[in-house]
């Protein structure tokens, strides 16, 4: 043990980041790149994930652009194989990517949206975590940080489904880091509140769900997808070794 204070320092680390086309996943890989990583930038749309690819790139930075549907498990192992291939090892999963269908009363919810939520906030996440730790395990250490919400702490109503799969995303978070922790993997979640992105556009269309996110948040505001970088990188980095099976707030004092 040295006395040497760890630091925010990715350099020659591989990093995977789902949803970094836009939104938070966007910041976040932005982040990883700033600060010395290798990140392959995962979404659906491969144009949006040029475009960041290229941005990050003139700032210096190198990011690896795939096209996947973390909701398609076919598409999530032609992923991973690919990794295997070009690198053979992972350093870091950030799982970002996740969808909702719905906005409504839940007992109304059609099946499909039930589904669609549940295969790629869950199942999508979940098989991540595996093809991730896998690759990890060999080598005795890793690191997976999953986006969940405060709807999976505190649910509200007209999003019961979405906050029943953040849920399960902060179970599958807990008990995989008991499962992974003798292994040198480490997992932990970070809840954001309501963050102003496309995610959030829905919301943030409403003259009453505005107001009520003001009045019901000590910070009298909405988060902005850099804040809740900083959240992720301290998970992510050796400043966060010792911990595991977490989760961390970053919702402005909303569930204070
Ligand atoms: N914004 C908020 O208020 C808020 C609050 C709490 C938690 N969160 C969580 O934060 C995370 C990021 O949300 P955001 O607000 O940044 O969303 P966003 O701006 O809408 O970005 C979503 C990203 O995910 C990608 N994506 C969506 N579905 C995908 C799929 N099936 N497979 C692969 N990529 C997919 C999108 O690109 P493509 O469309 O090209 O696939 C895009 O890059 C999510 O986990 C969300 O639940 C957000």
């Known amino acids: ?65 795939i096209a996947c549907n973390t909701g398609h498990p076919e598409e999530i192992a032609a992923l991973f194989a690919r990794i295997k291939n070009d690198y053979g090892y992972l350093d870091i999963l950030v799982n970002n990517a996740a969808t909702n269908p719905y906005y409504g009363p839940a007992i109304d919810a059609p099946e499909k949206a039930l589904d669609k939520t549940f295969e790629v906030n869950v199942k999508g996440y979940f098989l991540m975590c595996q093809y991730g730790a896998k690759l990890m395990k060999g080598r005795g250490n890793g690191n997976i940080v999953n986006i969940a919400s405060i709807a999976g702490l505190s649910p509200v109503p007209n999003q019961v489904i979405y906050g029943m799969s953040k849920a399960a995303v902060i179970a599958m978070t807990k008990g995989l880091a008991r499962e992974l922790g003798p292994a040198g993997i480490r997992l932990n979640a970070v809840a954001p509140g309501v963050v102003e992105t496309k995610f959030a556009a829905a919301l943030k269309s409403s003259e009453l769900i505005q107001r009520l996110v003001r009045d019901q948040t000590p910070l009298h505001r909405w988060g902005k997808p850099e804040e809740i970088v900083g959240a992720v990188l301290y998970l992510a980095s050796e400043l966060s070794s010792y911990t595991t099976g977490t989760v961390l707030v970053c919702d402005g004092g909303m569930t204070s």
């Open 1 to 65: 043990m040295t006395n040497e204070t760890p630091k925010f320092d990715f350099t020659g680390k591989i990093a995977l980041v789902t949803g970094a086309s836009r939104g938070i996943g966007e910041s976040i890989a932005r982040a990883l790149s700033a600060l010395g990583g290798k990140v392959i930038i995962v979404a659906r749309k491969m144009e949006a994930l040029n475009n960041v690819a290229a941005s990050i790139g003139s700032d210096g930075g190198n990011a690896i652009p």
